[in-house]
């Protein structure tokens, strides 16, 4: 696909709703294997999963080259054809690195993206609020992905509110997937994110 997907075929609040996998990576010989990355998407697909999380974590994102992980994405975004949402990892703990990922999806025609806390840097709230808003600015929904055991950094709930005040007309933020030590599913912060999708590991 080419070009900007300026227009999502789901809701951007319902398509968060059910259970997504995130698929793996398969490879051979040091290799992907798109055949069997197809058949892993067709397979979820077919048996009624409700969305396709590539290069997750499960998928080793880490260590995917920039140009597999373009095509991860892409072979992803062709053979899922809009039957389900497509949310792409694209988190990093350098911004300008989340940003072009984030970039790069969008022009692939994923529907959203899954953005971890920055790992190894230990950002400051504020830190944390710059990070995920320039992220944001992309103009493509993203899900936070907030797990301290991997990355050492905790949103808690005051910073989860803090982000909550970005302007609504660049608040690109639709969820959070939070595996955290105080989770902010629990908290009273989830009043300012009435209409965002949660879900706590």
Known sequence: MNGCNESWAFDELAMFSGVFTAIVTPVINSELDEESLRGLIEFQIAKGIDGIVPCGT??????????EYKRVVGIT??????????????GSNATAKAVELTRCTKQLGVDATLQVTPDYNKPT?????????????????????????????????????????????ENRIH???????????????????????????
């Open 175 to 201: 969820g959070f997937f939070d595996i955290g030590i105080h989770s902010v599913t629990r908290s009273p912060f989830k009043r300012s994110w009435r209409k965002t999708p949660h879900r706590a590991g």
């Open 125 to 169: 709230p504020d830190g944390l609020y710059q990070h995920f808003k320039k992220v944001a600015e992309v103009g493509l929904p993203l899900v936070i992905y907030n797990v301290p055991g991997r990355t050492s950094i905790n949103i808690t709930p005051e910073t989860a509110a803090h982000l909550s005040k970005i302007p609504e007309e």
């Open 77 to 90: 975004v062709e053979t899922a054809r809009k039957q389900v949402p497509v949310v792409a990892g694209a």
């Open 58 to 67: 499960t998928g080793e994102s880490p260590t995917l080259g920039f140009d």
